[in-house]
Structure formats: C-alpha cells, structure tokens
C-alpha cells in the first residue's frame, strides 16, 4: 500500500535570501575586505539562493492535487 503525504511548507522558506550587503560609504574597502568579505558574502548568498529555490520546486513538484 501506498500512502501520499502532503507536504507544506513554512512561508519563510518561500522567501529569497536576504540582498548583498552595502558598501561603505565613508571609504574604500581594503584588499582584504574585497578578497574575504565580498567573496564569501556572493558566493553564500548565491549558493543559498539556489539552494533554497531546487527545494521549494522540489516539494512543490511532489504536491497532489485533489
């Protein structure tokens, strides 16, 4: 026997990962800022985007209409 089982998703999940963050506007960044920083900020925030979108078109793919 099979049994479907729905599943939901909490709404926090639906939203996209939070924008990069802001430049300073009182001085240029130093060449470590740009390396570590802003390297690691756009790839997090790239990887979690798409992560977060595969997951969401996943349990929507599974759901069964009635």
Do not use: F, Y
Not at 9 to 26: D, F, G, H, I
Not at 41 to 60: F, H, L, P, S, W
């Amino acid at each position: 026997m099979t049994r479907l089982v729905r599943t939901t998703l909490p709404p926090e999940v639906r939203k996209e990962t939070p924008a990069l963050s802001v430049m300073p506007k009182n001085r240029d960044l130093t060449q470590d800022e740009t390396l570590i920083n802003w390297s690691n900020d756009r790839v997090a925030r790239n990887i979690g985007e798409t992560r977060r979108k595969a997951c969401v078109a996943a349990v929507d793919a599974g759901e069964v209409t009635p």
